[in-house]
């Protein structure tokens, strides 16, 4: 049999399903799994990479993450006899149920389960710390990851602390099952196996599981050893790291192309300055091979993917970019390359001291398009950064750090940094011979940066012309047409801006499209989605007070959002935080503390009107969440 099934031999595990003793029933809507069911190629790639990075050993080399299939047969899988018994317990369990969910997801895997090779994934990093804390009960790296829920021990400086991203695996799995395996630095070694499947009873008149079954020893400890799965990988005793195995890797044709925009996208700066490696079968990002794996890859990118763009800004020459650097309070150094040029997308990569890029920040102007990198330097201004993101890492709240006040006059010298610097490099290009295309991106209507002419009155009737320019709509991509001196709107996730009304009219009074066309001095017909007479601007509506916590058990939550603003037409998003980004919560139901029920759309509850100071009381309910979450909400509305 080999060594590879020695060492299986040898640890004598098993599987073991714990007992509710009659308690919640646990059902195949995992919510921690389901976080990632849109879009599992992807988001294993980011969390799996960032908590490798977080795990940084020896900073004077990369970090090295390595995703490799891999063929088993069923015989060579730990316990796959007793998972296929769990199979067919939780199938038959489960046969009554009206949506079928589960009964088909368990027919499924003993499907696969008993096909003659099985497709695995392994997963490995290198020049990391390892998992530590396999020989203590709970508290550690190693507990919080295997048998905890909601609980992460990172620090402030690590680039994730809510615990959601272990959930990613399980994902891409067929079987929702993975093993564990690591040697830490200290040595120790230790490995376990995880199924995350739902309740079933365990014969006709045994117990009923939680759902969750552990692969060890007695009393669900793990094994004192290592465990080798792949048959051509092995891990010497000194060289710390994590392997992660996924039994029945469920991944379309063509998956790497998704996961390598994903690290891309996620860790450009990381491997820019040589302090990441991705392999991904036979495909290697690399500090030197990453020029021509953007070029390669980029048909691959999703709607706001930049990393092609934020590549050029930091392999510019010196007379196509300009770096700019400020120490920020006295707490370290924030360093920004910015480009001007007629095809970039106006945002700024705003990457803490991991390298792995926390959001896109944009909105700094709305007419030049430009693209840069931001990098923060210094502990003391990292940790107080990681303070204030929100759970979904896509923007600063300073009322959740420590010192709210000392973190709000960082965040403000930070954009205020941005801002200046930007208002240079466009004064610059303004002094200079532009190329003809990008001296069109320097409007006159942007503040500062250019001087305003007089405007001169007079009785003369002239020609009133208008000229439109295409801006990107992330609804299914399509372009819609704008145009100068109308009112905009923020759009609500903050990527591009659109037409507030309409139908307003055009020199023409055309106004004959879904948004219409604007512009000019005659009214249009007021064809469009909302009334022609509708006075209001689409806002995001912040809180001067916000609470979202659980208020009991089956997936039942409570929001208390106190509006800064009225508004109407209003809406709240609900979203689950993992690691590295925010995913969009299934909401089940949702209703105002009266019992007036609301309309609900996937993550989205709408329905409703905010009045200033005045709180909005929402209970709703996700779809089978048996795990404590950690949530965020965004509210929405028409500004009255």
Known sequence: MGFFNFRLLKQNGEWRFPSNNNGQILGISDSGVETFKGTPIKSLAREICQNSIDARCNSDKPVEVEFKTFYLKPYEIPGLDQLQKAFHNAKQF???????????????????SRKEKIRCLRISDFNTTGLQGSDEEYGTPWSNLIKSSGLSVKDGESGGSFGIGKFAPFACSFFRTVFYSTVDIDKVEASQGVARLTSFREGENGNITQGIGFYGKEKNTPISDQMFLDPNFSREKNNAGTDIYLIGFDANKGWEKSMVASVL????????????????????????????????YKPFFKSREYADEYYRVLTAPKDKAS????????????????????????????????GMKIFDQDRISGTISFSGVLYVEGNDLNSILRQIENPQHTEWQTERAENPKNAEKVRKAILKFIRDSFKKQTEQSVGETLDPSVGAYLGADDKGEQKKEKENINDDIRSVSSYTRKIKSDTGGRSISS?????????????????TLPGTGSSAGGGHSSTGTGGGSMPGDGIGNHPADHKGEFVEIAATKKRLFRSGKDGKYRIIYTPLQSADRGSIKIYIAAESKSYGAHVKVARLADGTSLTVKNNQIESLSFTEGKPVIIDFELMDSDNYLSMEAKAYGYKR
């Open 265 to 296: 996208d996620g860790f450009l700066y990381a491997i820019w300055k040589g302090n990441l490696v991705v392999r991904i079968d036979d495909i290697v990002i690399s500090q030197n091979t990453l020029e021509d794996v953007i070029k390669k």
């Open 94 to 112: 489960w046969e009554g149920d009206k949506t079928k969910k589960a009964f088909d997801f368990f027919k499924r895997a003993e499907e696969e």
């Open 483 to 499: 145009s100068k001196g109308k009112s905009f709107q923020n759009d609500p996730e903050g990527n591009e801006n659109a037409f």
């Open 323 to 354: 770096y700019y650097e400020e120490n920020i309070k006295g707490l370290g150094t924030a360093k920004l390359r910015l480009m001007i040029a007629p095809d970039l997308s106006r945002r700024v990569a705003m990457v803490r001291g991991t």
